[in-house]
Structures are given as structure tokens and as C-alpha cells.
Nanobody, 124 residues
Framework: QVQLVESGGGLVQAGGSLRLSCAASGRTFSIYAMGWFRQAPGKEREFVAA????????SYADSVKGRFTISRDNAKNTVYLQMNSLKPEDTAVYYC?????????????????WGQGTQVTVSS
């Protein structure tokens, strides 16, 4: 069982930056690949970024590539999402998720555990 708690969301102007954190409970964090997803009002949850257990491989949605960076610190049981050059269309609730897998996956249904989400609002 893994519990995930996101933090770091907020209101920022277009072009600004935010850093999201996701803290995981338990001592087995390093066996989980991690992902970030987002859901805007009236839209389906969509993949943002993912990272393997070791952090050696990452994957990004085309819409955030070059602007967002996912990373993890297994000693701190935490995964991060650095978001730069934010756009109004990045406004959404951001969720972190964990899957016991060796490779990254972009499919939300593959993930086993989810956080409660943190709101990110980008004003124009």
C-alpha cells in the first residue's frame, strides 16, 4: 500500500514556474514507477510525465515537452514536477500516481495508487 500526497500547486501568471512535489509513504517507494497526470474541468485525465524506478528514463506528453521536468529522490520518497513557461492551458488539477512496474506507462488505468491532486491555475 502506498499513500501519495501532492503539494506545490497554486496560482501563477503565464510564463511563470511552479514545482510540484509528491510525497509517498512506505519504504518501498523505489519499486514504483511514478507518473504525473492532470485533469481540467470538463476534460478527461491526461498523461503529463512519467519516470522509471531508478529515474533513468522519463517520458513526457508532447504538450509539455521542453517545459516540464519530472525527477525523483528515492531517499526522500518524493517525485517532483518542475513546470516552467506555464501557459493558461496548463490549468488543471495535477495528480501523481504510482505503478509497480519496470517501465513507464502513459495509461492512467495502469496505475495502482493516486494522490488527491493539487490545483494549478495559470492566468493570462
Amino acid at each position: 500500500q502506498v499513500q501519495l500526497v501532492e503539494s506545490g500547486g497554486g496560482l501563477v501568471q503565464a510564463g511563470g514556474s511552479l514545482r510540484l512535489s509528491c510525497a509517498a509513504s512506505g519504504r518501498t517507494f523505489s519499486i514504483y514507477a511514478m507518473g504525473w497526470f492532470r485533469q481540467a474541468p470538463g476534460k478527461e485525465r491526461e498523461f503529463v510525465a512519467a519516470i522509471t524506478r531508478s529515474g533513468g528514463t522519463t517520458s513526457y506528453a508532447d504538450s509539455v515537452k521542453g517545459r516540464f521536468t519530472i525527477s525523483r529522490d528515492n531517499a526522500k520518497n518524493t517525485v517532483y514536477l518542475q513546470m516552467n513557461s506555464l501557459k493558461p492551458e496548463d490549468t488543471a488539477v495535477y495528480y501523481c500516481a504510482a505503478v509497480r512496474a519496470m517501465v513507464v506507462t502513459t495509461l492512467p488505468q495502469r496505475y495502482d495508487y493516486w494522490g488527491q491532486g493539487t490545483q494549478v491555475t495559470v492566468s493570462s
